[in-house]
Every structure is written in C-alpha cells, then in structure tokens.
C-alpha cells in the first residue's frame, strides 16, 4: 500500500473533515457525500431499532402471564405485527449496507464516492418516506396481520393495511437503489492495483447482498401492491371467494422474503470477516472461499424459499427439492464459520470489544444456521412450523447474527466515522449483557416450541409459563445492554479519546485516511499492491503455515 | 438513471458531464450502462410476479383462459404491438442520428416514438372503455353476461394488472424520452457524447419487450 | 433414554406413531447442533487466549488450507445435513402416505374454532374423539382464513386453507386428552383457537359412537326443506343431492347422463378434458362441486353451476359420502391399478 500513512503522533482530530466541512442544515439534506448519508441512515436505522425494541419488550412484558397482563389481544397482534415490519423492513434491511456500507465501501475501494450519489441521497429520502408511510399506517391503521401478511387474512382483517403495504413497497425502491448503486460502484470504481481478489471481504459481501436486493425486492414490491390493491378494489388475484389462490401469495412473498434473510445476513458476516481479521492481524484463512461463499449463499438462496410451506399442502416432491436446496445454504455458511475460526488460529489477537461480538457471532450463527437446517428438514418441522422454535431459530439468526455483526461495525469503525474512541471497559460491559442477554431470551424459545407452543399467541397454556419467563427476564438483560452502549456512544461522540487515524495499525484502505476522513476520502488517490489483511511487516521474514 | 451529468464541486470537471469521482469519461458511460442494464433487471423482477400468476392461474383455470382471452379485441390488440414495434425502431433511428451527430433528426425520430407511444396509450384507452362498458372487470365487479365461467374474474385481474402496470411503464417512458429530446433539442448531446439518449432508448426496448410478451399471452393463447 | 431426551428438549408426550418416528431425528439433529456450536465457540474462545496478542503489532504466520483440509470442512458439514435432510423426507414421505382403511372425519376451521363431523356419526365443535391404535385421517378445510392444524403430542400439523382440502393422519397410541392449536395467525382469537382430541382405546370407541348414532342429534340441511334429520353422512348426502338437483344431470344407475355418472366414481381413474388422467378422490370430488371447469371429464360440457358459497362444508362431505357408497357389483374391474394411497414400506 502506498506510504500515505502518516502517524498523527500529538492525535487530534484533523481541522476539515467530511462533519464540519460544510455547515448548515441545508448541507446535510442536500448532501451527495456517501459519508454523511451513512450518517443519516445511521440515525434513522437507530430509531427504528430503539421502536423495534420497544415494541419486541412490550411483546415479551405480555407474556409475563398465561392470560392477559398489559394489553388486550388486538393490541397484542398489533405489537407484534409493529416489532415484525419496523425490525425487518426498516431496520435489519438498511442498517448495515445503509450505514457501513455507504461508509466504508468507497472508502475501502479507494473511490471518492459511491457510482451515483444523487440516487444514493434518493435511497435515504425514499427511506424515510416510506418509514413514515409504514409507521403512519401501522400506528392509526391498527395493522395486525403480522410482517407476513399471509392472504386471505390479510384481505379480510377490518384494520387499515394499504397504507402499510404502500410503504413496503417503497421502501424496497429504497433498498433496490442502494443495491444497484453498490454493484455499479464496486464495478468501476476501484482504486488502481484494486484487482477482484484484492477487495475487503466486507465489500464482497455487500456485493453479494446488492444483487440480491436488485433482483429480489421488485417481487415483494409488487407482491404487496397486489395486496393492497385487493383490499382497495376487491382484484380477488389471492382471495378464495373470488377463485384466487392464497398459497400463490405465500410463494411470491418468500420468493422476497426468504433471499431477503439474505440481504440482512451477508453484510453481517462481512463486518465478521473484516472483525476477525482486524483483532487477529492476520491473513484471512481462505479468502476466497469466504468471497465466493457469499455469492454462493446469495444464488443458492433464491431456489430455498419453498422451506416455509412445508405444511402449505405443496406436494411432497417440491418440499424435498427445497430441503435440499436449504442444505446448501448451510453448507456455505459452514464453509465460513470454518474460515472464520481458521483465521482466529496464530494470530496476534487483541482482547477488545468486538472480540467479544465475534464470539457471540459464531456461537450464535452455528447454533442459528444448524437449526435453520434442522426446520427445512422436512420430517421434524411439521412439528416445528410456526411454533416459538422458528422464532427462537430466526431470531438466533437476525439478532444473534446479525446484531452481533452491526454491533462489531461500530466498535470497528465507530473511530474512523468519529475520530474518536468509546470507552473500552464499558464496551466489554455491554457485550457481556448482549450476548448473555441475548442466550437468557432465545434459549427457552427454542425449548417452548419444542413444548409446542405457537407463535404469536397472545394467551398461552399453563405448562408454557415458566419458560417464558425465563424469556422475557433475559430480554431486560438484552434490552439494558443496547441502552449501555448508546449512552456510551453518545458520550463518546463529544467526549471520547481522539482516536488517530489508525488506532489498531489495520491495513484497510479506510485506515489509510484521517479519522474522520475529508470530504473527498483521500487526498491522493491510493494505489494497491497487496491484499488487504497484509498484517507482516515489508522485508520480514514470513512464516507460511499449510494445516 | 441519469447521473452523468455534473455535480457542482469545488474542483470543477473538464466537461460537464463529467462527475468528478469518475476518473475518466469512459469509466463513467461504463458505470451508467450497467446501472440502467441493472435497473432493467428489477424490471424485469417487477412484471415476473404478474407472469408467474398468469401461469398458475392459466394452469389452474384452463379452459376460462383459453375462452376469455377470445373475448380480447385482437384487432386492436395487434395495432398496438405494431404501433410498439414500430416506435422501437423509431427510437434506434434517433440514437443513430445522434450518433452521426445529426441533433436535428434525433429529435425528430423521438418525437415520432413519443407520438407512438400516445398513440398506444389512446387504442389502449378505447380498450379499456369497452371492457368497461361490458362488466369484463376484475374481481367482484366481473359482471360479463358472455362468458360466465369461475376463473374469468381472475383472467381479467391479470389482464387489467399486467396491461395496466404496462401502460404506466409507457407513461415513464414517454417522459423519459420527452426529456431527452428536450436536452437534446439545447443542443446538450453530441456524437461525442449521447448516453444518455442510449439509456432511454434501452429503457424504451424494455417496455416494448414486456409487451411482446404480454401479447401473444393475454390476446393470442 | 427416550424419556431423558424428551424431558430435557422439553418435548410434549409421544402420543402417536409419528411421534415416536420423528423424535430420534429431533435428537439425534439437536445433538450434534448443540455440540457444534457448543465446539466452535469453545474453539474460538480457546484460541482468544491461546493466541492473544503478546505484543503489539506483531506480525503473524500466513496459515492457507491443504486440500485434504478443504475436503473435509466441506465434506463433514455436507454429510451430516444429508443425513438429516434425507431421513427427514423419507419419514415425511411415511406421514404424508395415510393407511387404508383410516377413519375419516371431516375437520372445518373458522375463526375461532374446529368443528369435526363423522361420515357415519355425529358432529362436534373443538372436541374430536378417536380410536387408539387404528389410522385416522382429517379431510381439512376453511371457512374463512387459513388455520392450521396442529396437535403437538402427535407431532402433526396442516395448514387448512379455504376453498381446498387438505389431509393428514395419524394413528394415537395412548388414550388420553391432547390439546389441538391453530399454528397460522388468523385474528384477534388466534390463541384461542383451542381443541381437543380425545383418544379412546378401540372398543370404548367403538361403543362411544354406537352410543353417538343412538342419540344422534338431529341435522338440519341448508338447502330449504328445514327438516330434522337424523341418520348417516351418506344418506343425508343423498338427499342432499336430491335436494340440490344433483341428481337431474349425474345419474346413479351407472349410466352416463349430462354430467358422468356417480357410481364408482369414487377413486375412478378418470381421463379429462385436458388430456391428463387424475384419480377422483375426495380432493378433486369438492373441488369439481366448487370450480366445476377447472377439471372437465372428457367428453362432457361445461354446463355445471358453481356450489361455492352454496354448499355449507359439512355438506359437501356429506356428498362426497354420498359418493364414496355408491359402489356397483363391477368395483374390482374399475379400481386402479395401483393403489392410491399405498403406504410406504414401514419396518
């Protein structure tokens, strides 16, 4: 890498950088600076996460007894039907290609900017609109079919959906912008000496999530139209009563739904790959298994989705093809874990917060990801189906995974956004309540589904009490460490040690530029010779290790 | 799609049309080629959904597709696929005439294509007028006395979801083009540089593309 | 062994045939789930301290994988997702494949509630009482949402869907009372969409529903007469079908009339319209009363009007009862070849 890395020994902050390079509110609306859009998707993801949250507590708060306890059973369906849309379509879809994406993509290319910035700024507007549009209808509509919207109930539910249907569709226009806006940058944009085997492993993955937001997101775009249209018009293209096919909504809502799972799990995995390697210093074990993996997940991913009808009367034969299929899904997910933990192996590894997130990361993916495997196998989810363990088993997956990956973003490069440092101790802190937080909540899940109780249920059984309990005593713990680190967050912003421009000494083309950088990243244009987890010093000796 | 033109920053770019985070124009037309390639990919995406229950209803309803689609005006039906096919064409003359530089004709061979496409959209309205006018109308309000058979309300939200959905994609077309010719028309394009009146043009084949396979499907099987 | 599993997994009871099957995979998968993941984070851990940092910035060894290495780590995972998936079907295929000679009941879903009703015998909301130890099958079906059928201790659930059937079986294998749930959200009551099914042994079944039939409640048809009527599904299907008009176009003397005829039309191999050969079995008997054209026999018009909306659940059983006993001396010639719901080899 070219020798730009000039070591701020004094370390304060740089007098310009992309924050305070222009003032004004009107310079950060109309801003075309990939940065300062990562910005504003990072507030807007932070409040759909704060709502998300508040809703999942007031979920888990009513079933602190068999019967009724803080709300009445519409209510109850509304909450969990708020929790569903705000955490998938506004919060684990955007978060991480929105914030750390559009942060750090550019960056680590080498580009000045994403390919097209005004449908960068676009994709946040769009966003907001259509957060708003969802949120509006959820909150006056009563929407209460739940984030599936499975027909005819969702046709025939007296609440108000279109609203919310509207909004789902816009915000997809959202994600497929953001998409498309990647795979076009990663294309044309790279740095000179950036050859495909040389990009970050985090880009590879936020290309992988951009193809399938691109060719995913247009079919549950217009599939929720189709609904909406029906509830306004009476179309009868899914209801029943008018000869239409209600299973034909559930295959072209999963056709989205299932690679969308997807789109929220890869660019996690991606802050994995660039985690385990930043706190190990040390070569990526199998970079382009990890690379290639990722576009495997995101191709195979596509044909899996049949794995949520198994009990929909789809005949025997196809609900064997999409076990299959679902298996290899796991099998390149394996593939990673392995890479992951091969990284971990002689490496000069530095206890530090995200060490921690990775570990929860792995845990939780393997237990997640087997699980998951566990469901598509015919046999044992006709028990399984819609009971808590596919909640417990999805959640593994998109808290367990994919929080743990956002959280690793920011302990990664919340000093490289900021310039400045969290406070280490309290970090270790709060991910110590996360991911143990995060077992006390899931863990009994899987077990109450065993049980077999059914998702969504607002009264339960008797005999599913004790669990459930045990759940919601572990959400308090999750709950109490997100609030730790916002508050740490948040004082650091203003507070927080300077960081430097490269606190860690990592080897990433983010790195190569002040923390935070200028406006236009880099002031020379850097050129790469090397890939990016080159963590051996120029002219020592390196030991080469085959297992 | 149209990102080539220049943004107002401090270091100002040779041309105009120049983004300055490109390094050069090439890299540039590359990027936005396979923005609008990508973009006609969700499009694509878009119309499968429709595809996809015209063929599992089809399959389910075999016999009240087959007779409903009779109930199509096939004659008005095949002027508009002409009318289409012809205004493809059209718009390939405008891209090459700007080609060669010729800003003149290019606007001309536009404003032809735009005036096909008004011209679809009108057969397309006195379509739509008498299925009205007959009751052949999706869902509960299917009220057709001619054909009575369950299926027929479905046949007819297919038809008035799919032709519908596509006569909006003409409407943006049409827009597109009418903002190109009129960029094109300041004299803003030249041989040296006309991307984007390729983009519109590749937009406007996509259009034309979904028709030709919404045609034989909905008027001809 | 079985017992400590079920415990810990906190399993509800083994009450049915499917059960017992299925939940030597849910161990066996549950085991190595846990012991890889329980692996991979201990690995992990380990190497956190194995390998921590001992002074800063040092450089580290490149470690690439042989291929010998690569083999395995995509071997392993494949071979033991195989294995799950491939005995996972293969019992699947057993739980989809109902004996013959099951005992039927028709099952009705309707926000909020199940309602059962016997070929032969009574009808009963949310309670549903079976044999232990013979084959019952649930012929399924919607009033308004989909429901799904879902009864824990037997391991089986089945989505109900409007304007469809669907089936599964399931044969109990100790007496008892097991709670029935709807797995699919469908409104404000989901949660109380409650049933029960009580499993008697085979003789106290048998004198259950002698008893049932003795005083069997009166039934009133829908179709205008407002008499009470008492006695089986399939006289009432036949007078149903009197009732209806059925009887003016499908004739029950073997001959084909405008519609085809009804006798042994039960599980008739049947040539349509389209080209395709289907088996009439209950599925494609309702569907043809609700969708008449979507599966014409060859060889007859499209002149049947739609019973959708017309015919209430219950009696759409009753007619395809009604069918099913219309069986002529020639049944053996006409049966198909193979069976239809042939089980699947059971060691």
């Given at each position: 890498m070219a020798q730009l890395n000039v070591v701020n020994e004094e370390l304060s902050l740089p007098k310009v950088h992309y924050i305070n390079a222009d003032r004004g509110l009107k310079s950060w609306l109309f801003t075309l600076d990939h940065k300062r859009i990562a910005l504003m998707y990072f507030v807007l993801t932070t409040v759909a996460l704060l709502l998300g949250g508040i809703f999942a507590m007031a979920v888990r708060f009513e079933h602190l007894t068999p019967g009724p306890t803080i709300m009445g059973a519409n209510t109850y369906n509304r909450m969990f039907t708020l929790h569903g849309v705000v955490m998938i379509f506004l919060f684990m879809i955007p978060a991480i290609p929105g914030i750390f994406g559009n942060f750090c993509l550019p960056l680590m290319l080498g580009a000045k900017d994403v390919a097209f910035p005004r449908l960068n700024l676009l994709s946040v507007y769009v966003y907001a609109v259509g957060a708003a549009l969802a949120l509006y209808g959820m909150v006056s509509g009563g929407a209460d079919a739940g984030w599936t919207f499975y027909a005819p109930y969702s046709l025939s539910t007296p609440a108000t959906l279109a609203p919310v249907l509207f909004g789902v569709f816009i915000l997809g226009f959202s994600s497929i912008l953001t998409g498309l806006n990647f795979i076009v940058t990663v294309h044309t944009l790279r740095a000179p000496g950036m050859t495909w085997m040389r990009i970050p492993l985090f880009v590879w993955a936020i290309y992988a999530t951009a193809i399938i937001q691109v060719l995913a997101t247009p079919v549950i775009g217009l599939t929720s139209v189709l609904v909406a249209v029906e509830r306004i018009f009476g179309f009868g293209f899914f209801d029943p009563a008018h000869g239409g096919d209600p299973v034909l909504f559930q295959h072209m809502f999963w056709f989205y739904s299932h690679p969308a799972v997807y789109i929220m799990v890869l660019p996690s995995m991606g802050v994995i790959s660039e985690a385990v390697a930043a706190v190990a210093r040390k070569n990526v074990f199998g970079y382009k298994m990890i690379a290639y993996s990722s576009l495997g997940i995101a191709f195979v991913g596509f044909f899996a989705w049949g794995h949520h009808m198994f009990v929909s009367g789809q005949s025997a034969l196809d609900n064997g093809a999409f076990a299959i299929i679902s298996m290899l899904v796991g099998v390149f997910t394996a593939i990673k874990v392995f890479n992951w933990v091969g990284t971990l192996y002689r490496g000069s590894i530095a206890i530090r917060t995200p060490l921690v997130y990775i570990c929860g990361f792995l845990f939780f993916l393997v237990f997640g990801g087997m699980t998951g495997i566990a469901v598509a196998t015919v046999s044992l989810d006709v028990h399984w189906h819609d009971t808590y363990f596919v909640v417990a088993h999805f959640h593994f997956i998109m808290v367990g995974a994919v929080i743990m990956g956002y959280l690793a973003a920011i302990h990664l490069w919340f000093p490289k956004m900021f310039g400045r440092m969290f406070h280490e101790g309290w970090g270790m802190v709060a991910s110590s309540f996360i991911v143990l937080g995060f077992n006390a909540t899931f863990i009994p899940q899987f077990l109450l589904g065993n049980a077999g109780q059914p998702r969504r249920y607002y009264m339960y059984d008797e005999r599913f009490w004790v669990l459930n309990v045990a759940s919601t005593a572990g959400s308090t713990l999750l709950a109490f460490g997100f609030i730790i680190i916002l508050i740490y967050l948040i004082y650091a912003l203003k507070n927080g040690n300077v960081a430097g421009d490269n606190p860690w000494d990592l080897k990433g083309l983010e790195w190569n530029t002040s923390s935070p950088p200028p406006k236009h990243n880099f002031d020379v244009t850097p050129t790469v010779d090397e890939d990016p987890y080159t963590y051996q010093k120029k002219g020592e000796e390196v030991e080469h290790v085959v297992i | 799609m149209s990102s080539s033109e220049g943004h107002a920053h401090a270091a100002r770019p040779p041309r105009w049309y120049h983004a300055h985070h490109f390094d050069n124009i090439e890299t540039q037309n590359h990027a936005v080629r396979l923005g609008m390639w990508l973009f006609l990919g969700t499009e694509v995406l878009l119309f499968a959904g429709l595809f996809l229950g015209y063929t599992v209803y089809r399959w389910l309803y075999p016999q009240t597709f087959h007779l409903a689609s009779r109930h199509l005006d096939l004659s008005l039906g095949t002027l508009n696929t002409v009318i289409l096919i012809t205004s493809s064409f059209t718009v390939v003359l405008g891209y090459n005439a700007i080609q060669r530089g010729n800003s003149k004709a290019c606007v001309r061979w536009l404003a032809v294509t735009i005036l096909c496409a008004l011209g679809f959209l009108v057969v397309k309205s006195f379509e739509y007028r008498h299925k009205f006018h007959e009751g052949m109308l999706p869902g509960k309000f299917y009220s057709y006395e001619g054909l009575q058979l369950p299926g027929a309300n479905i046949f007819y939200a297919v038809y008035f979801l799919a032709t519908g959905l596509h006569a909006f994609h003409v409407i943006v077309g049409m827009s597109i083009l009418a903002w190109v010719m009129f960029r094109v028309k300041k004299g803003l394009y030249n041989a040296e540089y006309h991307v984007p009146v390729e983009l519109g043009g590749l937009y406007w084949h996509l259009v034309d593309l979904i028709w030709i396979f919404l045609f034989p499907l909905l008027y001809l099987i | 062994m079985n017992e400590l599993m079920r415990q810990l997994l906190f399993l509800p009871e083994q009450a049915s045939t499917f059960a017992v099957k299925v939940d030597k995979l849910h161990y066996f998968v549950v085991t190595v789930t846990m012991v890889a993941s329980v692996l991979t984070g201990l690995i992990a851990t380990w190497f956190f301290f194995r390998f921590r940092e001992r002074r800063p910035n040092a450089s580290t060894p490149i470690?690439?994988?042989?291929?010998?290495?690569?083999?395995?780590?995509?071997?392993?995972?494949?071979?033991?997702?195989?294995?799950?998936?491939?005995?996972?079907?293969?019992?699947?295929?057993?739980?989809?494949?109902?004996?013959?000679?099951?005992?039927?009941?028709?099952?009705?879903?309707?926000?909020?509630?199940?309602?059962?009703?016997?070929?032969?015998?009574?009808?009963?909301?949310?309670?549903?009482?079976?044999?232990?130890?013979?084959?019952?099958?649930?012929?399924?079906?919607?009033?308004?949402?989909?429901?799904?059928?879902?009864?824990?201790?037997?391991?089986?659930?089945?989505?109900?869907?409007?304007?469809?059937?669907?089936?599964?079986?399931?044969?109990?294998?100790?007496?008892?009372?097991?709670?029935?749930?709807?797995?699919?959200?469908?409104?404000?009551?989901?949660?109380?969409?409650?049933?029960?099914?009580?499993?008697?042994?085979?003789?106290?079944?048998?004198?259950?529903?002698?008893?049932?039939?003795?005083?069997?409640?009166?039934?009133?048809?829908?179709?205008?007469?407002?008499?009470?009527?008492?006695?089986?599904?399939?006289?009432?299907?036949?007078?149903?079908?009197?009732?209806?008009?059925?009887?003016?176009?499908?004739?029950?003397?073997?001959?084909?009339?405008?519609?085809?005829?009804?006798?042994?039309?039960?599980?008739?191999?049947?040539?349509?319209?389209?080209?395709?050969?289907?088996?009439?079995?209950?599925?494609?008997?309702?569907?043809?009363?609700?969708?008449?054209?979507?599966?014409?026999?060859?060889?007859?018009?499209?002149?049947?009007?739609?019973?959708?909306?017309?015919?209430?659940?219950?009696?759409?059983?009753?007619?395809?009862?009604?069918?099913?006993?219309?069986?002529?001396?020639?049944?053996?010639?006409?049966?198909?070849?193979?069976?239809?719901?042939?089980?699947?080899?059971?060691?």
């Open positions: - | - | 470690v690439s994988a042989s291929h010998r290495f690569e083999l395995a780590v995509i071997s392993v995972p494949l071979i033991f997702f195989f294995l799950w998936v491939w005995v996972g079907f293969k019992d699947y295929i057993w739980y989809v494949t109902p004996p013959k000679n099951t005992t039927d009941i028709y099952v009705t879903g309707k926000k909020w509630m199940w309602h059962f009703a016997y070929p032969d015998g009574p009808n009963s909301n949310a309670s549903v009482t079976v044999p232990a130890n013979r084959p019952v099958r649930l012929l399924m079906t919607s009033r308004d949402v989909i429901h799904s059928f879902y009864v824990p201790d037997f391991r089986i659930k089945q989505d109900v869907i409007p304007g469809r059937y669907t089936e599964t079986w399931f044969e109990a294998t100790k007496p008892g009372r097991y709670r029935i749930y709807c797995a699919e959200f469908c409104g404000t009551w989901h949660s109380q969409m409650i049933g029960e099914v009580v499993v008697l042994p085979g003789p106290e079944f048998d004198a259950w529903m002698v008893k049932q039939k003795q005083g069997l409640a009166g039934r009133v048809d829908s179709s205008g007469s407002g008499e009470e009527f008492k006695g089986d599904l399939a006289t009432y299907g036949r007078r149903l079908a009197g009732a209806y008009g059925c009887l003016k176009c499908h004739s029950l003397d073997g001959a084909p009339h405008i519609g085809p005829t009804w006798v042994d039309l039960y599980r008739r191999k049947t040539l349509l319209a389209s080209g395709e050969t289907i088996i009439a079995d209950e599925g494609y008997l309702t569907e043809s009363m609700m969708d008449p054209y979507v599966k014409v026999v060859k060889g007859y018009q499209q002149v049947m009007p739609s019973f959708r909306g017309k015919l209430a659940a219950p009696e759409a059983a009753a007619l395809v009862e009604f069918i099913k006993s219309l069986r002529g001396d020639n049944l053996e010639n006409v049966a198909p070849k193979e069976p239809v719901y042939g089980p699947v080899e059971r060691r």
